[in-house]
Nanobody, 114 residues
Framework: QAQLVESGGGLVQPGGSLRLSCAAS????????MDWYRQAPGKQRELVAA???????NYADFVKGRFTISRDNAKNTVYLQMNNLEPEDTAVYYC????????WGQGTQVTVSS
């Protein structure tokens, strides 16, 4: 069964950093676009960043210059480095890929608060 498992969330103060990881259970994910979404309470899920199999990246305007998405295909893992975090970044962060159907991880909570 193909699955995605996120880790690395937690509580951080404004201005702090976190690195999220998404481990894929199968190597097939290495040949597809992988992305991170987030969903804050009462809001719709939104795209944060995406990375192609070759490493090209795309970011939502609200994270440009602060977040970096990357992937290590040898480890079947995608990362989201989040710097200069703001309270507005508080959300559950989900790893996602589409291989015919959508695959979602279980989500990891990120809370930015003093």
């Amino acid at each position: 069964q193909a699955q995605l498992v996120e880790s690395g969330g937690g509580l951080v103060q404004p201005g702090g950093s976190l690195r999220l990881s998404c481990a894929a259970s199968r190597r097939i994910f290495n040949i597809y676009i992988m992305d991170w979404y987030r969903q804050a309470p009462g809001k719709q899920r939104e795209l944060v960043a995406a990375v192609t199999p070759g490493g090209n990246t795309n970011y939502a305007d609200f994270v440009k210059g602060r977040f970096t998405i990357s992937r290590d295909n040898a480890k079947n893992t995608v990362y989201l480095q989040m710097n200069n975090l703001e309270p507005e970044d508080t959300a559950v962060y989900y790893c996602h890929s589409k291989i015919g159907v959508d695959y979602w991880g279980q989500g990891t909570q990120v809370t930015v608060s003093s």
